[in-house]
């Protein structure tokens, strides 16, 4: 089965979550399976069922750091242009059926892609991948209608102070460029999946689907801050 490879460079923080959500969408309307690479810039996403309370609304607009709400579940995590953000919009069939399986299958393949780095990654479970006993990739998914979409995150740089103690980023460990890190992880995930990643772009029709998620849910402020 052909796996469509789409590395998109720097999103627009709330296209990027509708692209994702179009592209889990596609599965079910024919589109092939998909690894959808890219970065983000300072944006703070939640999961789909965190509650928007805790977070400070003004202050974080003021600093310039967008916010959203993500199709998948999980904690509040900070992204920004020094992480790669990867989504696997996959069958049913091509995922394992048990969730945490799925969680430590999608983790192997990121500390296996840090290792062929030359990096000393391990998994831990439920859903991390750590360097040197830091946070360097954290996991989460979502299914629905036959679909699985993994989603991630794996830290490269640290940009500023805003990860926290705890956190730690692959350059700390060794001198790797984005363009190497997003290398290793997609030769990783085609291991994983025993297919080769296909260079692809998306259609005509997930691009429009994205635009309509845009209006109704990820860019609309009901959607973020209603919770």
């Given amino acids: 089965m052909t796996v469509r490879l789409i590395s998109s460079g720097l999103l627009p923080p709330h296209l990027s979550a509708a692209m ?22 300072p944006t703070v996403s939640m ?4 509650p928007s309370g805790p977070l400070d609304r003004g202050a974080l607009s003021s600093a310039g750091v967008a916010v959203l709400r993500r199709m998948s579940g999980g904690g ?34 990121v500390a ?25 990739s954290g996991n989460s998914q979502i299914r629905g ?8 995150t794996l830290i490269v740089e640290k940009e500023g102070g805003r990860l926290g103690d705890g956190v730690g980023s692959l350059q700390e ?3 790797i460029s984005m363009g190497r890190a997003e290398e290793a ?37 009901d959607f973020i801050w209603g919770r």
């Avoid at 049913?92 to 983790?107: H, I, K, S, T, Y």
């Avoid at 209608?145 to 991630?152: P, S």
């Fill in 20 to 41: 994702d959500h179009a592209l889990m969408e596609g599965l079910r309307c024919g589109s092939p399976p998909s690894l959808h690479v890219y970065r983000r810039p």
């Fill in 47 to 50: 999961g789909y069922f965190q």
């Fill in 76 to 109: 509040t995590i900070y992204n920004d242009p020094g992480q790669l953000i990867y989504t696997l919009a996959l069958p049913e069939m091509m995922v394992p059926r048990d969730r945490g399986e799925a969680l430590l299958w999608v983790c192997g393949a």
């Fill in 112 to 136: 296996e892609a840090l290792r062929s780095l030359g990096a000393e990654a391990e998994v831990k479970p439920p859903n991390d991948v750590l360097l040197e006993g830091r946070k360097v």
């Fill in 145 to 152: 209608g036959g679909a699985v979409a993994l989603q991630g």
């Fill in 173 to 175: 460990s060794l001198p």
């Fill in 185 to 221: 992880l997609t030769a990783s995930f085609s291991r994983l999946l025993g297919e080769e990643l296909c260079q692809g772009v998306f259609g005509l029709r997930e691009l429009e689907r994205a635009e309509e998620l845009l209006r109704e849910r990820y860019g609309n402020e």
